[in-house]
């Protein structure tokens, strides 16, 4: 079957850095995505990864492990805003996304 | 701007009826989806549309049924509502499924089915 596995919460400090993880067992994999999701709004996107390494977007970075199945979103000088849920989702081989049940990050001043 | 838009926002129905889920959107994509998203899972997909004419059975299809008359539009139908559909339903579209090419949601829809 496929799979996808965040942790279920987080917290962390206006101002730190928090790594949120996402592994996965996918039939097939055409990429990577991260969206966030604030409460009672619609997912945005925030990247994507479909080689591995590191993709630095301002803040934000996501990190990819294609042999190991295996991504994580980085996000640096937290800020009180960046309190929402994180998705990590796979494309697999038929092109369909494939979600996690999302990380809720709680940031504390 | 381009958007895609859903409506109803919010929706209160009765067991057994029918309920239509309209979603709408300008970025003039070919790729069209309709997800559920419950507490404890990730987004569920349940239909998807790759054009006008096309429509395609996702994971959690039982129950419901699309049609893609125009480019524009998807509407979602449950033709019998269950209250195991109280559920927030998003509608999101795609210009490919190539490539990183994102999906873009709607605002969603809170269907609960008394």
């Known amino acids: 079957g496929q799979n996808i596995d965040q942790p279920t919460e987080m917290t962390a400090t206006e101002g730190a850095i928090v790594q949120i993880n996402c592994t996965y067992q996918?039939?097939?994999?055409?990429?990577l995505f991260w969206y966030q999701q604030h409460a009672g709004e619609a997912p945005t996107f925030l990247s994507y990864n479909v080689l591995d390494g590191l993709e630095e977007k301002g803040r934000f970075s996501s990190f990819l492990s294609r042999s190991k199945g295996y991504s994580y979103l980085l996000l640096k000088e937290l800020q009180m805003k960046d309190s929402a849920s994180y998705l990590c989702?796979?494309?697999?081989?038929?092109?369909?996304?494939?979600w996690g049940a999302g990380t809720k990050l709680i940031i504390k001043p | 701007d381009a958007e895609i838009t859903q409506s109803p926002r919010h929706k209160i129905t009765e067991t057994g009826r029918q309920v239509t889920l309209a979603c709408h959107q300008t970025?003039?994509?070919?790729?069209m989806f309709w997800y559920r998203q419950d507490l404890g899972h990730g987004l569920r997909l349940i239909h998807y549309s790759y054009g006008v004419h096309d429509t395609n059975k996702g994971e959690v299809s039982d129950g419901y049924s699309v049609s893609r008359s125009n480019t524009e539009d998807l509407p979602l139908t449950l033709e019998s509502a269950a209250s195991s559909q109280t559920s927030v339903y998003f509608c999101?579209?795609?210009?490919?499924?190539?490539?990183?090419?994102?999906?873009?949601f709607g605002p969603g829809t809170r269907l609960t089915v008394l």
């Open positions: 996918t039939s097939g994999f055409n990429g």
């Open positions: 970025w003039n994509h070919n790729n």
């Open positions: 989702a796979v494309m697999d081989s038929n092109y369909q996304l494939i």
């Open positions: 999101a579209s795609s210009e490919s499924t190539s490539g990183g090419n994102e999906q873009f």
